[in-house]
């Protein structure tokens, strides 16, 4: 069974740092584009970071661009999200997807998805 699991969620202050990780399991994530998702109630899942199976295409949104690194370690089978210099903005549900077009994996097409871990930016 494929499945994907986040943790590291939680409650920061602005400014603040969280690092989200993503198990994978039921299959090797190293013939897969990898990437994080996040969403808010009432808007649409968007696609924030991603990178190929090799790590040789990297692509970040432009609202987290210098403040996110995607890192993955197909050893463990494991994706990363180190956040820096959070803003309230980036409150949301944050969800891992794995796929293996890279061309589909932040169109949202055809994903695997996790089930999320909530990241709320407060003071």
């Known amino acids: 069974e494929v499945q994907l699991v986040e943790s590291g969620g939680g409650l920061v202050q602005p400014g603040g740092s969280l690092r989200l990780s993503c198990v994978a399991s039921g299959f090797d994530i190293s013939s897969f584009s990898m990437g994080w998702f996040r969403q808010v109630p009432g808007k649409e899942r968007e696609g924030i970071a991603g990178?190929?199976?090799?790590?040789?295409?990297?692509h970040y949104d432009d609202s987290v661009k210098g403040r996110f690194n995607i890192s993955r370690d197909n050893t463990k089978n494991t994706l990363y999200l180190q956040m820096n210099n959070l803003k309230s903005d980036d409150t949301a549900m944050y969800y891992c997807?794995?796929?293996?077009?890279?061309?589909?994996?932040?169109?949202?097409?055809?994903?695997?998805w996790g089930q999320g871990t909530q990241v709320t930016v407060s003071s």
């Open positions: 997807a794995a796929n293996p077009r890279w061309s589909f994996l932040l169109r949202g097409v055809d994903n695997n």
């Open positions: 990178l190929t199976s090799q790590s040789s295409l990297i």
